[in-house]
């Protein structure tokens, strides 16, 4: 065992679908060092690092050599893993169907209930970009073999069933936020007394004993759907899932277990085992079950080629690197919330008008579409569409237009978005639609107080024309989406006219109904007089192959209101980046989005929010860790300053470096909030009242006016925290293996516990919010020094809680003095209600002069002095204290944002 026996850490590359072990080429003359996380005070990691030096006698790692093994498989961000031994045994999971288990069908596997439960450790209970496929009895390409399946997407559990008549059925709840990293997943599917087909989802953190916590409602089906009989292998991880599976089980009944598989029995190593009802399962690699856990996933950016005088030694020095860097390599702004999500709904014809101010003409980024023919048009002249780059205001007597090719018949839509403050001075033309449908054209006019749709035949002739009045404050005067629909009816077809407006979607229309055909569209235009005063500024005009599409919904708002998980989920999906989360309780309400970087979009979401967006430790990708997860944690590590492990230097600093005690929050694009410690250590005032200004302006994407005073709040109470920093924290493993397990489970973001202090140091446990560490490993040394921020302040109120759900007056003092052992206690509320009485309440532990008292009853208030009965010296501290000395709880309840 580590330290006696080499640590056994493993360097890998993939070479082409192939993780391949090279660690006995990597020299350890240099250290392997890895460095990941948040070396700065804020939001967002750096990408981690991993310097390596390996041995390239051969030219085996020359990228350009064709006599090396690896030619063709290794180059520029080739994927390499770090693992270390001292997890349990498990099923690593990578996502590919490469570690994947299975054992054969047998007919016992085809039952009318099913009770599935899987023992699982996901990287992310949310994945965004894939379903995480937990057990299955479900065939990747015949539709015949396809029994049922259970699944996470997208912070849901999922139960997919095949039923005897073909039907697939699929029901989800989510999880509740509280769900440990590690939880027992469970799904039961059966039959009701009156014969309906029920499904119940539950979490628990033991397989065997539960308790078992339901979630969801119960989902009650109104007809039977009994399971599909497939001969198909029972699965476990067929893809898509990262992490460690511990255990899978599937039942029949509560009493009746079909197969029961217990990796943590297992050996490393092992392709085939038999579970506990003798089944045989096999892993797809021999890597698959192991005990080993990831501490980075990178890539290899560059492979330099070094070499010795006579080339006694040839090596290349690398730098492996967290995905963060590649992602930060791009400098190309992403195209506008509409211009990015208008293409994806395949559009026959779309004219984004972004162009620049110097254009002539409207480009089309969809293939064999002509350029829009403009006249009256100053380009790039509005930019006040949330959704949209800048686009052209069109005055006088303007005009677009232009022909579209062809495409299917049937249902279409066609529509821009606009804004226009002044009513025409006369009937203007906005919309002209001509189609090979029963309505061969279809005109949409506007006036000050009107607008008139009309649809004509092949002739010529008028075929219907409807009217209605508006008003300025619905068509004019704010951004709407105008459109043109046409739908099949049966034997007739339906045309919609409408408008809508981009900040409340609820629009208005008609529709007129026309025995016939929709056909297709031929060409698009616009044209009249629309004042020279304001006029018209249009933009993303299109052709939709459907009448029912939400393209432009939210999209022409630039996603404003959306949630920081909503957005950041959206954007992963959008670019096909791989993000998981930590799920607290809800994020805040983001203003619209901007034409920024991918990176830096996600970036001013975590710092609207204010959790961790990090790397994933086990895949190339990204975690969010959101703020609310933050609070009130249970300690992940906890080192003891009298035992070994902990190492010098230890060394906690009083500073001003992150104090900020004058916080502003802009809302972007709105108003802003301040807030100020007026009085304390930490205050505003000069010394010795306070320690002066220091001062902070933040700008954050948040969606109402009355969102920035919390931020500004909760910014001032992280700023102006009373208490030392710890900057970094060391630990030598080798001397504390025991420590290992907790190390390998802690990621950025958990609380660090320091406790038996030296009472000049601290005479209270010490929390602090690892941010990263530095870790350096050898053989027989692994030393891992920890990046901390002050862990108190995010020690917030939590209901019920038997430390932190105890709220105190606002202000308290002894009423007389205590000698040193004195457990009667007079204390007078200066400000706020008086302390409780209820025995229910108590214990609750105070703090007088630096001396922590617990105090197990407290009497009515007589002449507005209350007599607590109290233990002393809870902290060690013994000391007289004056009468008018504070009296305050020790974990006083802080609201959170």
């Not at 989510?174 to 014969?195: F, K, Q, S, W």
Request: glycine content about 10%; charged content about 20%.
């Amino acid at each position: 065992m580590f330290p006696n026996d080499p640590l056994g850490l493993r360097i890998e590359l993939k070479t082409g679908t192939a993780w391949t072990d090279i660690t006995g080429d990597v020299y350890t003359r240099d250290p392997i060092t890895h460095t990941r996380g948040l070396r700065n005070a804020g939001t967002s990691a750096d990408p981690a690092s991993v310097p390596l030096t390996i041995n390239n006698k051969g030219g085996k790692y020359s990228p350009r050599n064709p006599e090396s093994p690896y030619y063709g498989l290794i180059g520029r961000n080739t994927p390499v893993r770090l693992t270390v031994p001292g997890a349990p045994v498990h099923l690593a999971v990578d996502g590919t169907p490469d570690t994947r288990l299975s054992t054969p069908y047998t007919a016992d596997l085809t039952t009318t209930a099913l009770d599935v439960r899987v023992d699982v450790e996901p990287y992310g209970w949310d994945a965004t970009t894939t379903q995480q496929h937990l057990i299955s009895m479900w065939d990747e390409t015949d539709p015949a073999l396809r029994a049922w399946e259970m699944y996470l997407y997208s912070g849901f559990l999922y139960l997919v069933w095949t039923t005897t008549d073909g039907t697939v059925w699929n029901y989800g709840w989510a999880p509740p936020a509280e769900l440990p990293r590690r939880a027992v997943l469970r799904i039961t599917y059966d039959t009701t007394d009156t014969g309906l087909s029920r499904v119940r989802t539950y979490w628990s953190t033991s397989m065997d004993d539960g308790p078992w916590t339901r979630f969801g409602r119960d989902v009650l089906l109104s007809r039977p759907t009994p399971i599909r009989a497939a001969a198909v292998p029972l699965t476990i991880a067929r893809r898509g899932l990262t992490g460690a599976v511990y255990r899978a089980q599937v039942r029949s009944s509560e009493d009746a277990i079909l197969a029961d598989l217990d990796l943590t029995a297992a050996q490393p190593g092992a392709t085939s085992l038999t579970d506990e009802t003798g089944r045989t399962w096999t892993a797809s690699t021999a890597t698959a079950v192991t005990d080993r856990w990831p501490r980075f996933v990178g890539e290899v950016s560059e492979w330099p080629q070094r070499w010795t005088p006579g080339e006694h030694d040839v090596w290349t020095s690398v730098e492996a690197a967290g995905v963060l860097r590649r992602y930060g390599q791009g400098v190309k702004a992403l195209d506008s919330p509409l211009r990015r999500r208008i293409p994806s709904g395949s559009p026959v014809a779309y004219w984004p008008m972004e162009d620049g101010r110097e254009a002539t003409q409207a480009y089309s980024p969809i293939a064999r579409v002509q350029p829009l023919i403009l006249a009256g048009a100053s380009m790039a002249a509005d930019d006040t569409l949330a959704g949209s780059l800048p686009v052209p205001t069109f005055s006088g007597i303007a005009s677009f237009g232009q022909q579209v090719p062809r495409g299917a018949d049937g249902d279409w839509m066609v529509s821009y978005v606009y804004r226009m403050d002044t009513p025409p001075p006369g009937r203007f033309r906005a919309l002209d639609v001509q189609t090979t449908g029963v309505a061969r054209r279809l005109v949409l006019e506007v006036a000050s107080d009107r607008y008139w749709f009309t649809g004509y035949g092949a002739l010529g002739q008028q075929l219907f024309q409807l009217y209605y009045t508006i008003r300025a404050g619905d068509f004019f005067q704010t951004w709407n989406r105008l459109e043109i629909t046409a739908r099949l009816r049966g034997a007739q077809t339906e045309y919609h006219h409408g408008w809508i407006p981009v900040e409340n979607a609820v629009g208005t229309g008609n529709e007129a109904y026309i025995t016939g055909a929709p056909g297709h569209v031929t060409s698009v235009a616009m044209s009249g007089n629309v004042g020279d005063t304001g006029g018209i500024s249009l933009g993303h005009l299109a052709v939709l192959p459907s009448a029912d599409t939400s393209l432009y919904d939210r999209a022409d708002s630039a996603y404003a209101g959306e949630s920081v998980r909503t957005r950041m989920t959206r954007l992963a999906l959008e670019e096909n980046i791989p993000l998981s989360f930590e799920r607290g309780f809800g994020t805040p309400q983001m203003g619209g989005q901007t034409a920024d970087t991918l990176l830096t979009l996600l970036q001013s979401g975590a710092e609207t929010d204010g959790g961790r967006l990090t790397e994933d430790p086990a895949r190339i990708g990204l975690r969010y860790r959101e703020r609310a997860t933050l609070y009130t944690q249970d300690p992940a590590l906890g080192l003891d300053y009298q035992a070994p492990g902990l190492a010098p230097p230890l060394e906690p600093v009083d500073d001003d470096q992150d104090v900020r005690n004058d916080v502003t929050v802009a809302r972007a694009g709105g108003s802003s909030a301040r807030a100020v410690l007026e009085t304390g250590p930490l205050s505003v005032q000069d010394p010795p009242a306070g320690i002066g200004r220091y001062d902070e302006s933040v700008t954050l994407s948040l969606y109402r006016d009355d969102q920035p005073a919390d931020h500004a709040a909760w910014r001032l109470h992280l700023g102006a925290w009373d208490g030392a920093r710890y900057p970094a924290v060391r630990v030598l493993l080798h001397k504390a293996p025991w420590l290992i397990p907790d190390v390998l489970r802690l990621r950025e973001g958990d609380l660090l516990r320091l406790v038996n202090l030296p009472g000049w140091i601290s005479r209270e446990p010490v929390d602090l919010i690892v941010e990263g560490w530095t870790e350096t490993l050898l053989p027989r040394r692994w030393e891992i020094t920890f990046v901390c921020s002050p862990g108190g302040p995010w020690m917030t109120a939590v209901a019920d809680h038997p430390v932190y759900g105890k709220a105190g007056t606002d202000a308290s003092e002894l009423a007389s003095a205590l000698t040193t052992t004195a457990t009667t206690v007079r204390v007078r509320t200066t400000d706020g209600p008086s302390w409780t009485t209820d025995p229910a309440e108590m214990p609750v532990d105070i703090v007088v002069g630096g001396e922590t008292m617990r105090v197990t009853a407290i009497g009515a208030p007589v002449s507005g002095v209350q007599t607590f009965t109290v233990t002393r010296s809870l902290n060690g501290v013994v000391k007289t204290h004056a009468a008018g000395a504070s009296v305050a709880l020790a974990h006083p309840a802080i609201a959170s944002l």
